[in-house]
């Protein structure tokens, strides 16, 4: 079992929809989430982290957070061209690393937002 | 969020040679930094974690005598390709974790590495 899984897409969506991007994880014990925007050819960026269950927003990006489901979900609302990207997951838990502050990744989310 | 600089952003060396990758954290100073390796179409893959005045903590399956891992300081860390072959071309990245917002991570603009 992958300890951090994403449905590799392509999630298609046509441009003002909401794209909802979806990622579920191994590990009870993590306690840190990140969602990094990837463009083609670039290094991650981040775009939101989550540390409780629940919402948080932030301009048109919604994190959601299910520790008890081991859900994590991106919402990107009135989606735009620019959008268009790789969305990876990221999880960060004492499990994992033995002490020291080690992401694990998702093999990543390709999203595409069509005119 | 913390600003990461790499250099150079592009290389291209022959079969053998070896190539330096510097990473420096350019607002704040991080006694960890981190070695992440991308093949096209491919997850990161997490190669090393850097530690200021210590050894270099290796994932495994990454060769430490291959990937030598320099932090000297507490704003660079560096990342060496000994003996590259076309199989090491890949898109090198390396990233600093920020605790005092809490456990995000930056990353570098990446060094793209074509061994021919």
């Known amino acids: 079992q992958k300890e951090v899984e994403q449905n590799s897409g392509p999630l298609s969506v046509p441009e003002g929809a909401i794209a909802s991007l979806n990622c579920t994880y191994s590990?009870?014990?993590?306690?840190?989430f990140f969602w990094y925007r990837q463009y083609s050819g670039k290094s991650p960026e981040l775009i939101m982290s989550i540390y409780s269950n629940g919402d948080k927003e932030d301009g048109r990006f919604t994190a959601q957070l299910n520790k008890a489901s081991q859900y994590v979900s991106l919402l990107i609302r009135d989606s735009q061209p620019s959008d268009s990207a790789t969305y990876l997951c990221?999880?960060?838990?004492?499990?994992?690393?033995?002490?020291?502050?080690?992401?694990?990744f998702g093999a990543g989310t390709r999203l595409a937002v069509h005119p | 969020g913390a600003v990461v600089s790499q250099h150079p952003s592009r290389v291209i060396c022959k079969s053998g040679t070896s190539v330096k990758i510097e990473c420096r954290s350019l607002?704040?100073?991080?006694?960890?930094m981190f070695w992440y390796r991308q093949f096209p179409k491919k997850s990161l893959m997490l190669m090393a974690t850097s530690n200021e005045g210590s050894k270099a903590t290796y994932e495994q399956g990454v060769e430490k005598d291959k990937f030598l891992i320099n932090h000297a300081s507490l704003t660079l860390s560096t990342l060496t390709v000994t003996s590259a072959h076309p199989e090491d071309s890949s898109f090198y990245i390396c990233s600093v974790n920020q605790l005092a917002g809490g456990y995000e991570q930056y990353f570098g603009p990446g060094t793209r590495l074509t061994v021919t």
């Open positions: 990221a999880v960060k838990s004492i499990g994992f690393s033995g002490g020291y502050n080690k992401l694990i």
């Open positions: 590990d009870r014990g993590s306690q840190s």
């Open positions: 607002d704040f100073q991080a006694t960890t």
